[in-house]
């Protein structure tokens, strides 16, 4: 496939606006898979605040890190990415390189713990607010679940209405796949 897949995609995003010494955000740690990906595009310069609810996702993360010799320039919050306003230093709104969700459930954990719509949007509302010009928010758009089907519907319907001058808004998806492949929005400050 010369196109990009969906993963892959999420991470060139990413690549194209975040440097060294960069702060950013990883609104669901789950594996840390992104959030390892995250530590080496910012190095020991630059700081990624990651986020997950459940003690699992941020020991699994914890490990990950560590076996790559990351975790110097992160942050683990066992914590709702809807509490990021709070929790992430002053110093860092307004300047945030870019921001990664994956939306759903822990892969190979506890399928009934999921991101939900209310938290979902006021993560993203309040972490747009963070990003400098230029930065990204990534949200990986997983709907094959029931909760996952309304949290698609009320997140196109919110990103939809952002105001152009504000942002730049993007999907990127399979339009011919079957069983409701994950697919990408994301949010470009302007
Ligand atoms: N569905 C994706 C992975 C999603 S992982 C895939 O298949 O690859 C989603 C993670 O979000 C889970 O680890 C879950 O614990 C976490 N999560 C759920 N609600 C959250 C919240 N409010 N804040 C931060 N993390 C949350």
Do not use: W
Not at 159 to 173: A, C, E, K, P, W
């Amino acid at each position: 496939m010369n196109v990009l897949g969906i993963l892959p995609f999420a991470r060139q995003l990413l690549q194209n606006v975040v440097s060294k010494g960069d702060s950013v955000i990883d609104g669901t740690a789950g594996n840390g898979h992104d959030t390892l990906f995250l530590a080496q595009l910012v190095g020991e310069a630059g700081r990624v605040y990651a986020f997950d609810i459940q003690e699992t996702a941020i020991c699994k993360t914890k490990e990950r890190l560590l076996e790559h010799n990351a975790l110097t320039q992160v942050t683990l919050f066992q914590k709702g990415h809807q509490e990021a306003n709070g929790l992430v230093p002053a110093n860092v709104h307004g300047n945030l390189a870019g921001a990664i969700f994956n939306l759903g459930y822990l892969p190979g954990g506890d399928k009934s713990i999921v991101t939900t719509p209310e938290t979902t949007l006021k993560a993203i509302h309040d972490i747009f607010l963070m990003l400098k010009k230029g930065g990204i928010i990534v949200l990986v758009v997983y709907h094959g679940h029931e909760e996952g089907k309304k949290e698609k519907a009320q997140l196109l319907d919110y990103v939809s209405n952002i105001n152009q001058t504000d942002g730049h808004v993007l999907s990127y998806q399979f339009l011919n796949q079957k069983n409701n492949p994950p697919f990408i929005v994301a949010i470009e400050k302007r």
